[in-house]
C-alpha cells in the first residue's frame, strides 16, 4: 500500500465484541493489524520464480477446513451473498450492507448517519464564528 497515491485512511467505532477480538489478536505489525500464526499477512499474493502468479488466503482456508468438520456444503462466497442479502433485506441495518461487502461510505450522510435505535454521540459542536 506504501507505493500506491492517493490511499484513503478510514477509521470506523467498532461494536463491543467487535471492538475487543482484535484488541486481543492485534498485531504489533506497522503495516498489518492482523497476522496469521507465522507472523504473515492473512491473505497474500505473489509471484514465483516460474512467473505464476500465487496465492494464499488464511481465512478461506480456514473456513473450508471448518466446513468440512461441519459438513456444510456452502462456500464461503456463498455464505457472504447470502449474509448481504439478509442485511440489505433488513429494514433496520439496510444501510450496513454496503459495510459489510468492505465498501467505504461514499457520501458524508453514510459516514455520520445514525442507525434507528443506535446512541446519540454527543457532538463536538462547531468552530466559533469569526469575531464572536
Not at 24 to 38: G, Q, R
Request: overall charge positive; charged content about 25%; proline content about 7%.
Amino acid at each position: 500500500m506504501q507505493d500506491c497515491e492517493n490511499v484513503p485512511v478510514v477509521s470506523y467505532r467498532l461494536w463491543g465484541l467487535t471492538a475487543r477480538l482484535p484488541e486481543k489478536h492485534l498485531s504489533k505489525d506497522k503495516t498489518y493489524a492482523l497476522l496469521n500464526e507465522d507472523g504473515k499477512p492473512l491473505q497474500r499474493k505473489w509471484i514465483d520464480g516460474d512467473g505464476k502468479p500465487q496465492k494464499v488466503c488464511n481465512i478461506s482456508v480456514a473456513y473450508r477446513r471448518m466446513a468440512g468438520r461441519l459438513r456444510l456444503k456452502h462456500s464461503l462466497d456463498q455464505l457472504k451473498k447470502t449474509s448481504v442479502d439478509l442485511l440489505f433485506n433488513h429494514k433496520q441495518y439496510k444501510p450496513l450492507h454496503a459495510l459489510f461487502l468492505g465498501h467505504a461510505p461514499r457520501s458524508v450522510a453514510e459516514r455520520f448517519a445514525r442507525l434507528p435505535g443506535a446512541p446519540v454521540q454527543k457532538s463536538t459542536g462547531f468552530p466559533a464564528a469569526r469575531g464572536a
